[in-house]
């Protein structure tokens, strides 16, 4: 366990842990962390490059050796290990338990053995639907959709799903070819080649109200190429437009359920949400629907879409005949 994936954990945890253990031996601590006294002797001639922004005396992290033993002699400010919230613990075994069912991974076990280390300093937590995020829910039906597509990716299927496009207020049929299962901010997406579209999509599991695994083969075309969501998954278009929205407390769902770019706490429980979108309707359409629950901040020609939209169903709401009792 060398690699670069794993060596970045180590070396946050090294200092914490010598620090409980002043004058360990070396190959006792390369015991713990699973790594041979060579590795070991590697990563901390690593720490000795490794501090504070300023990298002078006194900023960096200093390493004294006495034979086969050391010391830390300064810490740099990193002597506590990481904690974990217990929401930031849930969201990552979600996560990784999509991952370990994932196929392609390389190491499955050194991921189950994640999870065993997570769930016991989590006090043995296994929730069935559990809270992923703020407030975001995997439940049984999205854990039964990633196991059909990990299995069509597996036997290398087709699928046929009927997805609901949250941006569009739209239901579609598709038949897709998957290419990968994705696990980004703690949300299962399936990145598949869309025979509708004739492009790669990213669909959130989530969102895939039905699914079949087709007996004939997945065939991605040769240009169809993995999304880079090295900058996030959803990116700016030329089409889409940016609201500011201000959402009480028990309208705060809407920035689990749709990609949001800024988050502000506000007082109250309040929450303000900078959001893209490409259809005016279907924006004005979404405020509404919270029932005075979301201000509209920007731009201007949405907030006056909303009041108009809002005051034309007050003014034919006058006109209903009374359904009360006399």
């Not at 031996?25 to 790594?35: L, P, T």
């Not at 969501?229 to 609201?243: K, Y």
Request: glycine share 8%; net charge negative.
């Amino acid at each position: 366990m060398s690699g670069s994936t794993d060596r970045m954990p180590r070396l946050l945890a090294l200092v914490p842990y010598l620090l409980a253990r002043p004058g360990i031996r070396i190959d006792e601590a390369a015991h713990d962390f699973d790594v041979t006294p060579r590795q070991l002797r590697k990563d901390l001639e690593l720490l000795w490059m490794c501090g504070l922004p300023g990298y002078g005396p006194g900023d960096l992290i200093d390493l004294s050796f006495e034979g086969d033993t050391i010391v830390v002699t300064h810490d740099a400010g990193m002597n506590r290990p990481l904690r974990l919230t217990g929401g930031e613990a849930t969201a990552l075994l979600v996560a990784l338990r999509a991952l370990a069912e994932t196929p392609g991974v390389l190491d499955g076990d050194a991921v189950r053995r994640s999870i065993a280390k997570i769930e016991s300093a989590a006090g043995q937590a296994q929730p069935a639907g559990v809270v992923v995020g703020g407030g975001v829910r995997e439940g049984k039906k999205t854990a039964r959709t990633r196991e059909e597509v990990a299995r069509a990716l597996r036997d290398g299927r087709a699928l046929r799903i009927r997805y609901y496009t949250a941006s569009k207020d739209q239901i579609t049929e598709r038949t897709v070819d998957p290419m990968r299962l994705l696990i980004v901010q703690a949300v299962g997406y399936l990145e598949a080649w869309c025979r509708r579209a004739e492009g790669v999509r990213l669909f959130r599991l989530d969102r895939i109200d039905e699914l079949t695994v087709l007996e004939e083969p997945s065939r991605p075309p040769a240009h169809a190429h993995p999304t880079d969501i090295s900058e996030g998954v959803f990116r700016e278009r030329p089409d889409q437009r940016e609201a500011v929205l201000v959402l009480d407390p028990d309208a705060r769902w809407v920035a689990e359920y749709y990609p949001c770019e800024e988050l502000d706490e506000l007082d109250g429980g309040r929450l303000r949400i900078r959001m893209r979108y490409a259809d005016q309707s279907w924006m004005v359409r979404l405020v509404l629907g919270l029932g005075g629950e979301a201000l509209v901040e920007s731009p201007a020609d949405l907030a006056s879409d909303v009041g108009r939209r809002a005051a034309d169903a007050v003014a034919r709401a006058r006109h209903l005949p009374s359904t009360c009792d006399h």
